[in-house]
């Protein structure tokens, strides 16, 4: 029998934590609840989580900051809450690497599909690109492993990767030199079913993407934008089976 996913919650509104450790518990999930960044430290030194589900606003250091440090190491999906709906508040919890945005006041319901769909996209890659025999890619000197999802540079830099990240690299590599249009990036990304959270939260993924490989965006960049089009990821690309 598999082990229930473990869901870490970060909240500092006390009834917030209840009701989603009591509706995630009730509905299959393994669940820890805490206040603040420095308890999100010492649970994930305790035990393995699958995903975080984390406000934007917590005392002391806030979830940006905490979002951004665990980008550093870890590609743990990241959902993010916040009271605040401004769409700059929104851009800067995705550009810091959440994986998804739910402003609130929320329906439980509507967060519990989010984390179901997060998770999955986190475990699995779009069945239409068909990389399960591609064991390594290569590109401008750059190697994606597709099992450890480890991105190294040409010096053997290893460069961490989010899970949306690793999922908009593959599609580009499956792709190469083809322009892929925003609604076409969106399908490949969240299926047909799901819709982008915001207008600009794709272009926002894109770019995050672009500043791990390195690319300033000039002529020769990696990923070129294509006027009125999209984007087309313009380096040839090997693949190893």
Not at 91 to 96: M, P, S
Not at 127 to 137: A, G, H, I, S
Not at 183 to 208: A, I, N
Request: net charge positive; hydrophobic share 40%; proline share 5%.
């Amino acid at each position: 029998m598999s082990t229930a996913d473990n869901i870490l919650v970060v909240d500092d509104d006390s009834e917030i934590r209840t009701l989603l450790q009591e509706y995630l518990t009730r509905h299959g999930y393994r669940v820890t609840a805490v206040a603040d960044g420095p308890a999100m430290q010492q649970a994930m030194e305790d035990a393995r989580f699958d995903l975080v589900v984390m406000d934007l606003m917590l005392p002391g250091e806030d979830g940006i900051s905490l979002c951004r440090k665990l980008r550093a190491h870890s590609n743990l999906p990241v959902i993010m809450l916040t009271a605040r709906g401004e769409q700059g508040d929104r851009i800067a919890g995705l550009e810091t690497g959440a994986d998804d945005y739910l402003p609130k006041p929320f329906n439980p319901r509507e967060l519990l599909a989010r984390i179901k769909s997060v998770l999955r996209r986190a475990r699995s890659l779009p069945q239409n690109l068909e990389l399960e025999d591609v064991r390594l890619f290569r590109f401008g000197g750059w190697r994606l492993a597709t099992a450890t999802r480890q991105l190294q540079t040409a010096e053997g830099v290893a460069v961490p990767l989010s899970g949306a990240e690793y999922r908009l690299l593959s599609i580009f590599l499956r792709y190469p030199g083809t322009v892929l249009s925003r609604d076409r990036l969106t399908e490949l990304l969240r299926g047909r079913e799901h819709k982008l959270p915001f207008d600009r939260s794709l272009d926002v993924q894109v770019s995050r993407l672009r500043q791990r490989l390195r690319d300033d965006g000039r002529g020769s960049g990696v990923i070129r934008a294509v006027r009125g089009q999209g984007y087309v990821f313009a380096l040839p690309v090997e693949v190893e089976r």
